[in-house]
Each structure stands twice: as C-alpha cells, then as structure tokens.
C-alpha cells in the first residue's frame, strides 16, 4: 500500500506580503525602523518552520519598487537592515541547506547590498531543503512589461517561454514553481504588485495580524487551511464530476 503523503512531500511555493511592520511600531510608541526590526525576527521564525510545513519555496515581499516613495531615512534603514540580514545569515543558511535569491531589479540599489545579494547567493547555491527569495525593488507589472518586450524577439511565444524570460528579468532562476499559495498579514486585502503572473492559480489568504506579530504556528494554520481547500483549475468539483 503506498504510504499517505506527508506535509515534507509537498514542496509548496508560498509567498508572503510582509505588512504592518510601521503599523506594529506606532501601535508601541515605536520608529517604523524598530517595526521593521522586529518583522526580521518573524521571517527568522518562519524560514525556520517552513521545511517542515511541506514548504519547498517560500518568497517574502522585502521591498516594493513602489516603497521609494517613502522618506528617505526609512529606506535607508529598510535597505541598510536588508544587507544586515544578508550578511548575518547566509552562513547558517547554508549550513541548514537553505538557498537564499533575491528577485527584482538590481540597478537601482545600493552597491554595498548588491555586494551582499551576490554573496549570500553564491554561499547558499547548493541549498536543496528549502528556497527562500526575497522580492527587493520588485514591481510585478515591471517585470511582466520587460518580459514581454524580450519576449518580441524570441522564435517561440508560449507561456513556458514567457515564464523564463521573466525569471530571467527578475533573478529568479530557471526553475521556480508557481505560487501554491499567497499570505499577506497586517489586515490589508490586495496583491499590491506581487507576483502577478506566478499567482494565477494561488490560494488567499489575508492574516489580520502584524507581521512582527506574525508565528510559526500562524503559519502552520495557514498551510492547515491551504490543504483543506479544493483546487479545480477551472475543472467541475469532485462531487459533481462523478455524478
């Protein structure tokens, strides 16, 4: 008899929208710095919980291509915590065979953290347990409309094709499944630009919670909630299709 699947044979693409760290600080009479100190803890929490959840994947939205509209310092510091964190775990990363890639555009940030990108990439690339890329000046819509202008020149137009030209653009890598399933925290109901393409088939779902807020055990319930979904793709349900 063939053994019933466990959640370590999924290998789920889950991507999560990081929301509500400036939230969570004011809520504490915190800077939006301090907030987003404390939404590093919380991807800490949930990369370690991740492979054990059946998660293969998992893609966290850092930094929008929109959030240069903020203040000046607050990007500062966002980006300046981004190299931090880069720098600080790709060792440890590497050493649990956990693969860090950064997707996005790379023309637009700071040398130093390009520095730091390329290196975790480098000390991680033989990672097999569980992929983690970090969306960093990344804008869906951007990355979709330079795809598709690549695309012009190429012999062969199929969404296969389509799929690798966009890995291309955004650092991706060749190989990324789409999105099983799509978390954002903090109590908003949008995809804000993420990964509009890989998404197309994703489950919702929206956490009330801050991200700072935000445990392994949230996850782990959201994984729960994942399974006991129906996944159609456009077919009858199960029920209605055998009658």
Sequence with gaps: MKAAPTHLDLKLHVAILLDGNGRW????GLTRSEGHRAGVAAVRRVVGVAPSLGIGTLTLYAFSANNWNRPAGEVSALL??????????AAECAARGIRLRVIGRRDRIPATLVDAMDRAERVTAGGRVLEVRIALDYSSRDAILRAACWLMSSLEVSENEFSRRLAQVTHAGPSTPDVDLLIRTGGERRLSDFLLWECAYA???????????FE??????????FLRRERRYGRLPEAAAAS
């Design 25 to 28: 600080a004011a809520a504490r």
């Design 216 to 225: 392994a055990e949230d996850l782990a319930a959201a994984i729960e909630d």
């Design 203 to 213: 489950e919702l779902l929206f956490s009330p919670k801050m991200w700072p807020d």
């Design 80 to 89: 300046a915590l981004l190299e931090d964190f880069l720098r600080a775990e």
